[in-house]
């Protein structure tokens, strides 16, 4: 089945390229093209995409925040296409879910390679990205480890094994998710609002960084826990 791409981009010259480019290969396709967040967020609203190309410079918008609310109406992963070397703004979109980062500059295949490793759960950030993310995230705040702790006590052995489940399986969707734990997608999604609201995180990406970070204060790993997993029925 092919990647169905979202592409969002304030240039209309810019789309048509994209447009032409990315559907000259045989396994992925263009499922719409926005040039604003309303745009956007209707798009991947209707045509739910496996991939949105999110050019963070939407006119007046900032499209880095954008993401969260657009991560929120889907199943998809983000790759922000820029032309702006801003180390600031690209960690902050990928703290907001964004799994990958490319260039405007960079050879156009790019594209293609960073839209085919994402929409296999793959991250596409150069090192030092991936170094400044991972840095800021396990930095000591004051009180951080009580705080991280208080919230870990708040979840139910079953929201742990769901947390586990999104630690042990990057990139899975909510389907196979599910399906590994034996609920139903709706069951998984009204855990997965419970889990975001106790953690105090947005969206999946925070939530596979949270459970890679804090495995061994979540708990014993998913295939532990699995009795605890009553059948869907029961949830």
């Given at each position: 089945?092919?990647?169905?791409?979202?592409?969002?981009?304030?240039?209309?010259?810019?789309?048509?390229?994209?447009?032409?480019f990315i559907n000259?290969?045989?396994?992925?396709?263009?499922?719409?093209?926005?040039?604003?967040?309303?745009?956007?967020?209707?798009?991947?609203?209707?045509q739910q995409p496996?991939?949105?190309?999110?050019?963070?410079?939407?006119?007046?918008?900032?499209?880095?925040?954008?993401?969260?609310?657009?991560?929120?109406?889907?199943?998809?992963?983000?790759?922000?296409?820029?032309?702006?070397?801003?180390?600031?703004?690209?960690?902050?979109?990928?703290?907001?879910?964004?799994?990958?980062?490319?260039?405007?500059?960079?050879?156009?295949?790019?594209?293609?390679?960073?839209?085919?490793?994402?929409?296999?759960?793959?991250?596409?950030?150069?090192?030092?990205?991936?170094?400044?993310?991972?840095?800021?995230?396990?930095?000591?705040?004051?009180?951080?480890?009580?705080?991280?702790?208080?919230?870990?006590?708040?979840?139910?052995?079953?929201?742990?094994?769901?947390?586990?489940?999104?630690?042990?399986?990057?990139?899975a969707s909510n389907?196979?998710?599910?399906?590994?734990?034996?609920?139903?997608?709706?069951?998984?999604?009204?855990?997965?609002?419970?889990?975001?609201?106790?953690?105090?995180?947005?969206?999946?990406?925070?939530?596979?960084?949270?459970?890679?970070?804090?495995?061994?204060?979540?708990?014993?790993?998913?295939?532990?826990?699995?009795?605890?997993?009553?059948?869907?029925?029961?949830?």
């Amino acid at each position: 089945m092919s990647i169905r791409v979202l592409l969002a981009v304030n240039h209309p010259i810019v789309l048509w390229g994209l447009e032409k480019f990315i559907n000259e290969s045989p396994q992925i396709q263009v499922a719409g093209k926005a040039t604003n967040g309303a745009e956007a967020l209707l798009l991947v609203r209707e045509q739910q995409p496996h991939i949105l190309l999110l050019d963070p410079s939407l006119g007046r918008e900032s499209g880095v925040d954008l993401i969260p609310g657009l991560l929120a109406e889907g199943n998809f992963h983000v790759i922000i296409f820029t032309e702006i070397r801003d180390r600031t703004a690209v960690d902050t979109a990928v703290l907001n879910g964004a799994r990958g980062v490319v260039y405007k500059e960079e050879p156009a295949e790019t594209i293609l390679k960073a839209i085919e490793k994402v929409h296999k759960g793959e991250l596409w950030l150069d090192r030092s990205t991936t170094g400044r993310i991972f840095i800021s995230l396990l930095r000591p705040g004051k009180n951080t480890a009580c705080l991280i702790t208080e919230k870990i006590t708040t979840l139910t052995p079953k929201e742990r094994a769901i947390v586990n489940a999104f630690a042990e399986e990057s990139g899975a969707s909510n389907k196979k998710i599910a399906r590994t734990l034996c609920i139903s997608e709706q069951t998984l999604r009204n855990h997965l609002t419970s889990i975001f609201s106790k953690l105090d995180i947005t969206n999946r990406f925070d939530l596979f960084m949270f459970a890679k970070l804090h495995r061994q204060e979540i708990g014993p790993p998913m295939s532990r826990l699995s009795q605890s997993i009553p059948s869907t029925s029961s949830l």
